[in-house]
Each structure stands twice: as structure tokens, then as C-alpha cells.
T-cell receptor, first 115, second 114 residues
Framework: GAGVSQSPSNKVTEKGKDVELRCDPISGHTALYWYRQSLGQGLEFLIYFQGNSAPDKSGLPSDRFSAERTGGSVSTLTIQRTQQEDSAVYLC?????????????FGSGTQLSVL | GDSVTQMEGPVTLSEEAFLTINCTYTATGYPSLFWYVQYPGEGLQLLLKATKADDKGSNKGFEATYRKETTSFHLEKGSVQVSDSAVYFCALSGRGQGAQKLVFGQGTRLTINP
């Protein structure tokens, strides 16, 4: 596609349920990022994938969060046993190789609401 | 670790006013600096960037100068328009291991009234 695509755009779930968020990066982009944007907060880095290298998971807030990237393209962010504090907009971004001087292309995000 | 501090918002201005949104950073070495903008209902997009000290990034009438001595990258525009209403994020990418991710400030919501 022309840009980074995320689905669903909105997700409402009950506390304790698991959710999966999907990201389709721009074709040919080898680097993929997940960020979280909470109300009134900045963007919080979660995880970074680059090609076949081991992902940088240093931003994942707890072991309830995990992400995978299949075939170097589509990525899924999974949140297990969701909590109300997980409510946020989850943003995916991609870039051609690595960040360095390249810009990130962001998707429109998934608005997650945990009731 | 690396961090970015932005001017608290929200900021409300009248059309044609002068805009400054302050941004300061803490980083090891000399990071690259960015301003991203999020228009209503749209994804974040790069507005401008600067990769070394004294560089000036510019786009759409906005400017920001990389000031190493004050560790700042303030965003300015001489005459704002209603269409500039958005949330603005200052960000950096560090060096070494930190080079591969952006560290963002908390964002500043700007509203321009006609």
C-alpha cells in the first residue's frame, strides 16, 4: 500500500482480555517500530525490528506485551490480560533501513480502550 | 538516558501571530533532532530535521535551529495560519545504540483562531 496501515483503528476490550494489533509497513521498509501515545503523554517507544536482527524490546512496559514480525513485513503487537492503564493509541512506523537520517512513516494508529 | 522536554501546551494564537514552541534535549553526544506534526485525524509526519550543530531545518514556513550550546531546537514560524492547528512533537535520535529509535517529547497542542 501507499502508507503504513494499522488495524483495527479502534478496539474496545474488557479488562483481562488479550488483544492483537496489526501493522502493515510500507513495502520494502525493513525497519518497523511500535510506539504508544497515552493521553497527555508523549510517544513512548515500545519495540523496534530491523531486518533479521534480534528486535530491540527495551521499551516494552511488562511481560504482558509482546510483538512479532513475520517474513520481515507484517507485525503484530499482542497485549495479554489487558489493564485499564493499557488504554492508549498504539502507533506503528516504518522506514527503509534504519532511522539514522531517515524519517519515520507513521500509521494512523489503533485506539485501544480497556474497560 | 536521552530525553526531550517540550513547552507545555495547549497554545492558542490568532492567525498571523508569531509562533515559538520550545524544545530542549538531553543526550549523549550529538543527536539528530526532529519536529513531527500530527494534524487532526492524521498520522504523525516529519515536519523538519537537523542533523548537526548550527543546522537549520525548515519546511512550510517553520524553522528550527540546532543549538548545541543551549541543547535546544525551538520551533518557530513568523505568521501562523488556521491550517497549522495540530500537535507538534520534538524528537531526537541518539548515537550508537540509541540511533535507531526516536525519543519524543510530550507534544504541544497548537490551536490557531481566525
Amino acid at each position: 500500500g501507499a502508507g503504513v496501515s494499522q488495524s483495527p483503528s479502534n478496539k474496545v476490550t474488557e479488562k483481562g482480555k488479550d488483544v492483537e494489533l496489526r501493522c502493515d509497513p510500507i513495502s520494502g521498509h525493513t525497519a518497523l517500530y511500535w510506539y504508544r501515545q497515552s493521553l497527555g503523554q508523549g510517544l513512548e517507544f515500545l519495540i523496534y525490528f530491523q531486518g533479521n536482527s534480534a528486535p530491540d524490546k527495551s521499551g516494552l512496559p511488562s511481560d504482558r506485551f509482546s510483538a512479532e514480525r513475520t517474513g520481515g513485513s507484517v507485525s503484530t503487537l499482542t497485549i495479554q490480560r489487558t489493564q485499564q492503564e493499557d488504554s492508549a493509541v498504539y502507533l506503528c512506523a516504518s522506514t527503509r533501513e534504519g532511522l539514522t537520517n531517515e524519517k519515520l512513516f507513521f500509521g494512523s494508529g489503533t485506539q485501544l480502550s480497556v474497560l | 538516558g536521552d530525553s526531550v522536554t517540550q513547552m507545555e501546551g495547549p497554545v492558542t494564537l490568532s492567525e498571523e501571530a508569531f509562533l515559538t514552541i520550545n524544545c530542549t534535549y538531553t543526550a549523549t553526544g550529538y543527536p539528530s533532532l526532529f519536529w513531527y506534526v500530527q494534524y487532526p485525524g492524521e498520522g504523525l509526519q516529519l515536519l523538519l530535521k537537523a542533523t548537526k550543530a548550527d543546522d537549520k531545518g525548515s519546511n512550510k514556513g517553520f524553522e528550527a535551529t540546532y543549538r548545541k550550546e543551549t541543547t535546544s531546537f525551538h520551533l518557530e514560524k513568523g505568521s501562523v495560519q488556521v491550517s497549522d492547528s495540530a500537535v507538534y512533537f520534538c524528537a531526537l535520535s541518539g548515537r550508537g545504540q540509541g540511533a535507531q529509535k526516536l525519543v519524543f517529547g510530550q507534544g504541544t497542542r497548537l490551536t490557531i483562531n481566525p
